[in-house]
């Protein structure tokens, strides 16, 4: 069944791109400039034949949880170094950069001991510390998210206990302060000799179905002290106990694991050169790496395994674009985009020939929009492409930064970083969770992104005119401000210093 639906789809898609435009006076679109043979043939391939669920459960069982900088990331490099080959694309190899730490994940186990007695379900961030061998126990006590200046004015009352984070009244800073400042919090915790913090990503609850959910708790930051995400259910339970007066005892027991200085990891690179214009480059990828609770199918199986469907999906129709087309599966992606940063830095002597970046990483579900990464003068120019695709779906097109994903290095380079949005209501479930399996992943579904990926990244490589040169940084430093990006940036050391100086100069005077 899968067979026909895809070619049905394929059929849809091909005449989708064989509407005739009505506005000869608007921006060009693949019925106009010349793309359109080549997008019908990309669609058969990417359609009828697709690979891309093929190389997502190699993936997935074959290789499993790619931990950036362990031996399963490492395995999975070498993995997707072979597909690249496999394929024919060019120019294939690794790319290696250095983590600034290593981190394993070690047991961590929770028991309620009072009111009632009974096992509790925890899992530890990622790049967090232990208990004492054998753990400790201690009471709950609450700390509230929304005032963590008033929290910290007495951190001692944490000596000994178990910090539970809640959120209560109205938040007196901004969720991108607070999540900044919530660092701040776990690095005194850690010098009062808390036992351990509940709370996942500054500190929100799990969203259900007894799962938890790990993740990083800032760029490329580690703390001493354990900190764990709880299941919604049972975090409710200690906080209602807490409500009543009860007073919880727990006892934890995390054992995780630092490497004692940096360790390797690599982005995995292939290109389809372009046949006039080889020096322009499109970056097309996704994170290859993972969290380890599962096997990293959603997060980001599925972008890493649609970019190798694009690539494959191209190469098979024959179709050599204007441009070189340069997949990445980047890595280091959950620790703070550390992959895709040091692409941008390793590159930067070639930045002004690249066109931007095309990126899928939000979840599971059909893409249901293109974010230009701040660049509004794209949007119009854009609108065409997207309108081709009408009769598989609405795709809308607008110029949101995604400062999630690997978008953002190369927005902040004045460069679409173009996010494939998706529609995913599951994500919630499997995002950084122990549902995140290659049963959360419609094989149909994958095969649509894929195929979208490779069209849009073909046509961006092959239009006549170019599609993106590269911002300057005043330009650049005035779209993320106006995007709102800078206070994120600036709360975790991201904001340049060239951009500071930018602002500085352009500051009014006193």
């Known amino acids: 069944m899968r067979k026909i639906f895809g070619g049905i789809a394929a ?4 005449a989708a791109l064989a509407v005739p435009a009505e506005d000869k006076s608007a921006p060009k679109g693949p019925n106009e400039d010349g793309t359109k043979p080549a997008l019908v043939r990309i669609a058969g391939e990417g359609m009828l034949d697709s690979h891309a669920f093929q190389y997502l459960t190699e993936l997935s069982d074959d290789v499993g949880a790619r931990l950036t900088g362990s031996p ?6 070498e993995w997707g170094v072979a597909k690249m080959r496999a394929m024919g694309l060019e120019n294939v190899h690794a790319e290696q950069w250095q983590l600034w730490r290593g981190w394993t994940r070690g047991a961590a186990q929770a028991e309620l001991l009072t009111p009632i007695r009974r096992p509790l379900h925890v899992d530890a961030m990622g790049w967090t510390g232990s208990t004492a061998a054998g753990g400790a126990d201690g009471e709950v006590v609450t700390v509230n998210m929304f005032d963590l200046d008033g929290e910290m004015k007495n951190m001692t009352r944490f000596s000994g206990k178990v910090a539970l984070v809640v959120t209560r009244g109205e938040p007196n800073k901004s969720s991108i302060q607070m999540f900044a400042q919530f660092g701040d919090f776990l690095r005194a915790a850690g010098k009062v000799g808390a036992i351990a913090v509940i709370g996942g990503q500054g500190g929100g609850t799990a969203a259900g179905m007894n799962l938890t959910h790990t ?15 709880m299941t919604a259910e049972d975090q409710g339970q200690l906080e209602r106990y807490i409500a009543r007066g009860l007073g919880p005892r727990v006892h934890f027991n995390v054992q995780n694991t630092f490497s004692s200085g940096p360790v390797e990891s690599a982005n995995v690179v292939g290109e389809i050169r372009g046949r ?31 970019a190798l469907g694009a690539a494959d999906a191209i190469m098979r129709s024959g179709m050599r674009p204007r441009r070189t087309i340069r997949f990445v599966l980047f890595t280091g992606e959950e620790q703070g985009l550390d992959g895709s940063f040091a ?6 002597a070639e930045m002004a020939n690249h066109l931007g970046s095309l990126i899928l990483d939000n979840g599971q579900g059909p893409v249901r929009s293109f ?12 609108k065409p ?9 609405e795709v809308k097109v607008d110029d949101k930064v995604e400062d999630g994903t690997d978008t953002l290095p190369f927005s902040m380079a004045g460069l679409p970083g173009i996010n494939m949005d998706q529609d995913s209501p599951e994500y919630k479930f499997t995002h950084h969770s ?13 095969a649509q992104d894929a195929t979208l990926m490779a069209l849009t990244a073909y046509w961006i490589a092959d239009r006549p005119e170019r599609f993106a040169s590269p911002w300057s940084a005043e330009k650049t430093v005035k779209m993320l401000v106006g995007q709102h990006e800078d206070a994120m940036l600036k709360a975790f050391g991201l904001w340049p210093k060239a951009y500071a100086d930018i602002e500085k100069k352009d500051a009014p005077p006193n």
């Open 276 to 306: 006039e214009n080889p020096e322009q480059v499109l970056v097309v990828g996704g994170h290859l790496d993972s969290w380890d609770l599962s096997e990293g199918a959603t997060d980001n199986g599925m972008g890493s395994s649609c």
């Open 385 to 393: 492409f997207a309108s081709a695709l009408a009769e598989i779906r």
């Open 11 to 14: 059929v849809t898609l091909v």
């Open 215 to 229: 993740g990083i708790l800032g760029f490329d930051a580690d703390f001493a002290v354990p900190v764990v995400s």
């Open 434 to 446: 122990a549902a995140d399996a290659l049963e959360a992943v419609k094989p149909d579904v994958l």
């Open 72 to 77: 399963q990331a490492h395995r999975a490099v």
């Open 343 to 348: 692409y941008v830095k390793q590159h930067q």
């Open 371 to 382: 974010q230009l990464g701040g660049r509004d003068d794209l949007v119009e120019a854009f």
